[in-house]
């Protein structure tokens, strides 16, 4: 088991202890796995240790929409930053495809068109969003209106990659388009492993990373080709694409 699963391990059987999960070594921030002899950046979110916010890139028409605009962002505190990651699909503008929540607040309703061609249209499409407690979770977006209330930050994307431990039905075994592809997925309760392909593979794949490679019982995809990530501590700063709504995971502050 890699030094990252390992970490999640013990800090997810201590998730009920505070005291216990401060002694918990704090597992890196992102790490290299192989699964199916294709490479994956996989990145660790944890709701007891870490905090998680969504930036939007189509506010200002004068922000830059790479990656290294966080480094500039006057809201973002460089020095506690673990990764970020673009966080799910968007218009030319960078508007966000489907539904935004921000601290709370609904800044994009639900998509909830059909019939259009695209990945994200691909049914069922889903919402990743984080709780009151920080607590991620990864629901289909039929399912969001039961859990609308209890958002602080959500993004909508699509398709489903794992959805309550079966594989999306329409993504095939191992299908022909090969893409630089990233996701997110639930780890247990209060935990979510974040997924970035180092080089192209199909929906299938990936789909069974997260879900044999990973454990996770529901996954979402955000997007490809455009996917990138930041992770100060390997280093790492992909400059390659404009993107749209970004996830920035965060050390949480000490008190």
Known sequence: MSMILAAFALSLAWVQSDHAAASVPQPPACEIEIFETSRFLVCAYMADRHDLRLVRNDLDPQRSRRLDALLRDPDIERGRVRFAMNAGMFEESGRPLGLYVGEGRTGRALNTRSGHRGNFYLMPNGVFFTDGRGHPFVVTSADWPDHADDAVWASQSGPMLVIDGALHPAIQHDGPSRRVRNGVGVIG????????????VSFGRLARFFRDGLGSENALYLD???????????????????????FVISERERR
Not at 189 to 199: I, K, N, P, R, T
Not at 233 to 246: A, N, Y
């Open 189 to 200: 309760e209060g935990a979510a492993l974040f997924v970035l392909s180092l080089e192209p």
């Open 224 to 246: 490809g080709v455009v996917s990138g990530a930041w992770v100060p501590s390997l280093p790492r700063l992909d400059l390659i694409h404009r993107v749209g709504p970004v």
